[in-house]
């Protein structure tokens, strides 16, 4: 069955401290995926998206993917976290751009 | 270019009601997507409608809940006779015809539904 876990419900970093939240999934052939930031009683935004080629994918607001497909990952990295990155992030794998699985998310406090 | 609308943004509703939320695509898209968010979780799938065609509605309730996307207006999704386990977060997201665009999905920023 197609599926993502993010295995950290809340992570808490320092402000210009480095970044790296966990995806993995489980998907029967190619997957699409993504990342998505969620601030608190707004709707998702889409920080980047990975379909074919380059396994670095560079997305909004300093952020980047990589995937792995040895490893059926897809972590979200970032080298140094603003206050204004607190949010909560999600991962999404897709059949194509269809119907979208999502990971049960991953709450991100950054402390001054 | 407006991004997707939602509206109401916030819905109360007793046990029992009726609740219609609505969502106006990205301008050129032609593709509805609905998912819910209950407290503390992801997104869940729900239904994904083209216009005037219900796709895949694998991830809706069998019961009172109903989606449309009409060729004029918004897309629809209805919940009759709601209960207080429908209270959630429900996402639309629009996304361009195969073959333009990108192919990803942009939110809108939700109704939150209450019921009391």
């Known amino acids: 069955a197609q599926s993502v876990t993010q295995p950290d419900i809340h992570i808490t970093v320092s402000e210009g401290a480095s970044l790296e939240l966990r995806c993995n999934y489980s998907?029967?052939?190619?997957?699409?995926l993504f990342w998505y930031v969620q601030s608190p009683g707004q709707g998702l935004q889409l920080l980047l998206k990975?379909?074919?080629?380059?396994?670095l994918v560079q997305g909004i607001k300093g952020f980047e993917a990589e995937f792995k497909r040895s490893q059926s990952s897809f972590n979200l990295r970032k080298p140094s976290v603003h206050w204004s990155d607190a949010a909560e992030y999600f991962c999404?794998?897709?059949?194509?751009?269809?119907?979208?699985?999502f990971g049960t998310g991953t709450r991100l406090k950054v402390l001054a | 270019n407006a991004g997707v609308m939602q509206n109401p943004r916030h819905l109360v509703r007793r046990r029992g009601q009726e609740a219609r939320l609505r969502c106006s695509p990205m301008?050129?898209?032609?593709?509805v997507y609905w998912y819910r968010q209950l407290p503390e979780e992801g997104l869940k799938f729900m239904v994904y409608?083209?216009?005037?065609?219900?796709?895949?509605e694998s991830g809706m309730p069998k019961e009172r809940f109903s989606a449309e996307f009409p060729k004029e207006g918004p897309s629809i999704l209805r919940i009759q006779q709601v209960v207080r386990g429908d209270s959630a977060a429900y996402f639309c997201?629009?996304?361009?015809?195969?073959?333009?665009?990108?192919?990803?999905?942009?939110f809108g920023p939700g109704t939150r539904l209450t019921v009391t």
């Open positions: 997201a629009s996304q361009s015809p195969a073959g333009t665009g990108g192919g990803e999905q942009y």
């Open positions: 998907y029967g052939a190619t997957p699409y």
């Open positions: 409608l083209q216009k005037e065609n219900i796709i895949d």
């Open positions: 990975y379909f074919s080629g380059d396994t």
């Open positions: 301008k050129g898209h032609s593709h």
């Open positions: 999404a794998v897709g059949s194509g751009t269809y119907k979208y699985i």
